[in-house]
């Protein structure tokens, strides 16, 4: 059975660091590029980051640049997402995301991506 499971998420104080892991299960990540999205209450659904299939190509929002770091290590079959010096309006679930491709970039749309994790509560307190 193909899952993706994420990890890590957690109550943290404004300014603290949380580190998330999407592990696979059932299939290896190493042809897939990899993206983060997060859904707070009673807002849409956006792309946080992404990561090629290589891990040659990142992706960031503007909102967590210089604050969010996505990277992979195939052996682990695990793409993880530090994020640092959180904000509360960093508080939303996570969910990350998957799809096969060999392309030198990744996008950070949604529509794009085929397998779906679970979703880990993130919640940053002032």
């Known amino acids: 059975q193909w899952q993706l499971v994420e990890s890590g998420g957690g109550l943290v104080q404004s300014g603290g660091s949380l580190r998330l892991s999407c592990a696979a299960s059932g299939f290896t990540l190493n042809y897939y590029a990899v993206g983060w999205f997060r859904q707070a209450p009673g807002k849409e659904r956006e792309g946080v980051s992404c990561i090629s299939s290589s891990g040659g190509s990142t992706n960031y929002a503007d909102s967590v640049k210089g604050r969010f770091t996505v990277s992979r290590d195939n052996s682990r079959n695990t793409v993880d997402l530090q994020m640092s010096s959180l904000k509360p309006e960093d508080t939303a679930v996570y969910y990350c995301?998957?799809?096969?491709?060999?392309?030198?970039?990744?996008?950070?749309?949604?529509?794009?991506?085929?397998?779906w994790g679970q979703g880990t509560q993130v919640t940053v307190s002032s």
């Open positions: 995301a998957a799809v096969g491709t060999l392309r030198a970039t990744c996008v950070m749309d949604g529509n794009e991506y085929d397998y």
